[in-house]
């Protein structure tokens, strides 16, 4: 009997993505609620929250502003014209019955991001507003409680969902599209993109096909998947769950299903609607929408740097791909970083120092950059002095730490404490003689072709001098010393 190894060797898988991006404005799409997270529930709601009758909604254009920008980032072609509609389902946290959506005519279409030399097309990106959310409590019912209450603090909070085409083959290339959409939206400033919070959620559609086959074969979709190992443990589940019923005769059917991170496999949870299903029709409370290219050019005016060409700039500087990759993703730093070089810091041993001793620091701490004490100016002081080999490495990292807890000047601080490079011959010669008469054993077996005990002298030179000596200059007249 085949292992699934072996089978998934003769299919292959389709994966498209549908994320929900939650906007950052203040208020909500159609209705003046704050959107702010956190707060007690059912505080920040209103009659047009709420669908009372004869309330009627008011477009937020900060939306269409935020709507725009992110079709641009995504190479996105922005309609002259676009318009909302009524997509009609019945939930709890959903108070007027129907959510108002764009079905046929969305505000983004025909775009795609490159990820890796690979183009991952994306069909369409369309505002709506989000439902509320359900809170489940008590522990008897049959899907583990036996009751649930409503938050509508979230009803009508703005979304823009981006559907991508079904261009990805793994759970690996899904991952990184996830991971770079993510990044795009953080950077202009439209998503916070916090999983856990439910501020951009993920779901799924994954098919299988023999290898060869042109047709797509039945998709399931996997909803709201809420963090990035979730979405790759959740296809690798689907995968293999299809492949299973492939190769037993039946047929997958049309569904969505939910996943249980904590079993590890998805669940049904109804079967999948089709457009029709939801019975669209225009909005009639809100007028089609005039994007003029005046407006288009406007926001294309204020977009900053994305993360690819970001990216690409730092490799330029003699960063590895990896470690700009690892840069780019840590917003904050990467802003932290670009002043600090600005300002005249030498980019690879500034980026040393953030990706390390800093970062180190940051996750011991459990801390942002922000919440310290370090400021772009005493890094780069910093990193100058070390540079310049006024103070060596292993100085600029104790120094570092300082920086972070209690601030001040780098400069400073190495001329109060004494921190400065010994490059006066006289003194540093005077150390090597006595580091010499200390261990005649270790010199008698080095002068017997012990090359290697080499390191251990300079060792016992740097303890005696806590760190300071020049390393060239030491290491001159270290042998000559050893040698002489």
């Given at each position: 009997?085949?292992?699934?190894?072996?089978?998934?060797k003769?299919?292959?898988?389709?994966?498209?993505?549908?994320?929900?991006?939650?906007?950052k404005?203040?208020?909500?799409?159609?209705?003046?609620?704050?959107t702010?997270?956190g707060?007690?529930?059912?505080?920040?709601?209103?009659?047009?929250?709420l669908?009372?009758?004869?309330?009627?909604?008011?477009?937020?254009?900060?939306?269409?502003?935020?709507?725009?920008?992110?079709?641009?980032?995504?190479n996105?072609?922005?309609?002259e014209?676009?318009?909302f509609?009524?997509?009609?389902?019945?939930?709890?946290?959903?108070?007027?019955?129907?959510?108002i959506s764009?079905?046929?005519?969305?505000?983004?279409?025909n775009?795609?991001?490159?990820?890796?030399?690979?183009?991952i097309?994306?069909?369409?990106?369309?505002?709506?507003?989000?439902?509320?959310?359900?809170?489940?409590?008590?522990?008897?019912?049959?899907?583990?409680?036996?009751?649930?209450?409503?938050?509508l603090?979230?009803?009508?909070t703005?979304?823009?969902?981006?559907?991508?085409?079904?261009?990805?083959?793994?759970s690996?290339?899904?991952?990184a599209?996830?991971?770079e959409l993510?990044?795009?939206?953080r950077?202009?400033?439209?998503c916070?993109?916090?999983?856990?919070?439910?501020s951009?959620?993920?779901?799924?559609?994954?098919?299988?096909?023999?290898?060869?086959?042109?047709?797509?074969g039945?998709?399931a979709?996997?909803k709201?998947?809420n963090?990035?190992?979730?979405l790759?443990?959740?296809?690798?589940?689907?995968?293999?769950?299809q492949?299973?019923?492939?190769?037993?005769?039946?047929?997958?059917i049309q569904?969505?299903?939910?996943?249980?991170?904590?079993?590890?496999?998805?669940?049904?949870?109804?079967?999948?609607?089709?457009?029709?299903?939801?019975?669209?029709?225009?909005?009639?409370?809100?007028?089609?929408?005039?994007?003029?290219?005046?407006?288009?050019?406007?926001?294309?005016?204020?977009?900053?740097?994305?993360?690819?060409?970001?990216?690409?700039?730092y490799?330029?500087?003699g960063?590895?791909?990896?470690d700009?990759?690892?840069?780019?993703?840590?917003?904050?730093?990467?802003?932290f970083?670009?002043?600090?070089?600005n300002?005249?810091?030498?980019?690879?041993?500034a980026?040393?120092f953030?990706m390390?001793?800093?970062?180190?620091?940051?996750?011991?701490?459990?801390?942002?950059?922000?919440?310290?004490?370090?400021?772009?100016?005493?890094?780069?002081?910093?990193?100058?002095?070390?540079?310049?080999?006024?103070?060596?490495?292993n100085i600029?990292?104790?120094?570092?730490?300082?920086?972070?807890?209690e601030?001040?000047?780098a400069?400073?601080?190495?001329?109060?404490?004494?921190?400065?490079?010994?490059?006066?011959?006289?003194?540093?010669?005077?150390?090597?003689?006595?580091?010499?008469?200390?261990?005649?054993?270790?010199?008698?077996?080095y002068?017997?072709?012990?090359?290697?005990?080499?390191?251990f002298?300079?060792?016992q030179v740097?303890?005696?001098t806590?760190?300071?000596?020049?390393?060239?200059?030491?290491?001159?007249?270290?042998k000559?010393?050893?040698e002489?």
């Amino acid at each position: 009997m085949a292992t699934m190894e072996e089978l998934r060797k003769k299919y292959e898988v389709v994966i498209g993505l549908e994320v929900h991006a939650q906007l950052k404005t203040k208020s909500k799409i159609f209705a003046p609620d704050s959107t702010e997270f956190g707060s007690e529930q059912n505080t920040h709601i209103s009659p047009i929250t709420l669908g009372m009758p004869g309330v009627l909604p008011v477009l937020n254009k900060e939306v269409v502003n935020m709507g725009i920008l992110t079709g641009l980032a995504l190479n996105c072609t922005i309609p002259e014209y676009c318009k909302f509609d009524r997509k009609q389902y019945f939930y709890p946290d959903l108070p007027k019955g129907y959510q108002i959506s764009q079905y046929d005519q969305p505000i983004c279409v025909n775009g795609h991001i490159d990820i890796e030399g690979k183009r991952i097309g994306i069909t369409r990106a369309h505002l709506e507003e989000d439902a509320g959310k359900l809170v489940h409590m008590g522990s008897t019912g049959i899907a583990g409680s036996s009751y649930s209450l409503v938050d509508l603090n979230r009803a009508g909070t703005p979304l823009l969902e981006i559907v991508s085409e079904p261009d990805m083959r793994s759970s690996d290339e899904a991952r990184a599209y996830m991971e770079e959409l993510r990044t795009t939206l953080r950077y202009i400033g439209v998503c916070d993109g916090n999983l856990e919070e439910g501020s951009m959620r993920c779901d799924a559609n994954i098919s299988v096909r023999p290898i060869g086959q042109k047709e797509f074969g039945t998709r399931a979709e996997i909803k709201n998947v809420n963090s990035f190992r979730a979405l790759q443990r959740a296809i690798e589940y689907e995968i293999d769950r299809q492949i299973d019923i492939v190769e037993a005769g039946e047929e997958v059917i049309q569904e969505t299903r939910l996943w249980d991170d904590n079993q590890g496999v998805t669940k049904s949870m109804r079967g999948k609607e089709d457009a029709h299903d939801y019975r669209y029709f225009p909005e009639p409370d809100l007028m089609p929408l005039k994007i003029s290219r005046e407006w288009v050019n406007e926001i294309a005016s204020k977009m900053p740097e994305l993360p690819n060409h970001r990216r690409q700039r730092y490799i330029s500087y003699g960063l590895t791909p990896y470690d700009a990759n690892v840069l780019v993703e840590q917003q904050d730093i990467a802003l932290f970083y670009d002043k600090a070089v600005n300002m005249g810091a030498d980019p690879k041993t500034a980026n040393n120092f953030l990706m390390k001793e800093i970062a180190a620091y940051l996750k011991e701490e459990k801390l942002l950059l922000e919440q310290t004490k370090l400021t772009p100016d005493s890094f780069t002081e910093l990193i100058n002095l070390v540079t310049s080999g006024t103070i060596s490495n292993n100085i600029g990292k104790q120094l570092v730490v300082t920086l972070l807890k209690e601030g001040g000047s780098a400069k400073e601080l190495v001329e109060k404490q004494g921190l400065g490079v010994i490059s006066d011959e006289g003194a540093l010669k005077e150390i090597i003689n006595k580091v010499i008469a200390n261990n005649p054993s270790q010199v008698e077996l080095y002068r017997g072709g012990k090359d290697k005990l080499f390191g251990f002298f300079v060792g016992q030179v740097m303890k005696e001098t806590q760190g300071r000596a020049n390393p060239q200059l030491l290491n001159k007249l270290l042998k000559e010393g050893l040698e002489g």
